[in-house]
């Protein structure tokens, strides 16, 4: 999708502070951080949100979560939060950009 913003960012056409990547997936830090650290994990592929997962992209959501847990590592390395990290995800209307991700947001 050529006009969503998180795309753009996967192909690194758009700037960010990846904190890890590999072939299929990505992690950035938040451009309007909630607390010090908060990190957006992304698919690289353009997925829209939950609603387009069905049970045929188990695997998929298998080895996206297995990339979730090592930014999570990698945030408790980094930033030490006294409190832990908070793994959520928005759907609905509380989706601001129409590309899956988790945030990820040390807590202090
Ligand atoms: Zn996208």
Redesign the pocket.
Known sequence: ?AE?I??QIAEHKIHANIVLEDDEFMAFFDANPVTRGHTLVIPKK?VKDFADLTTQDAEFIKRYLVFVEKVRQELLKRFKPDRGIRVSFNTEKLILVQ?LHAHLIPVY
Do not use: L, S
């Open positions: 999708m969503c998180f795309c353009h590309h």
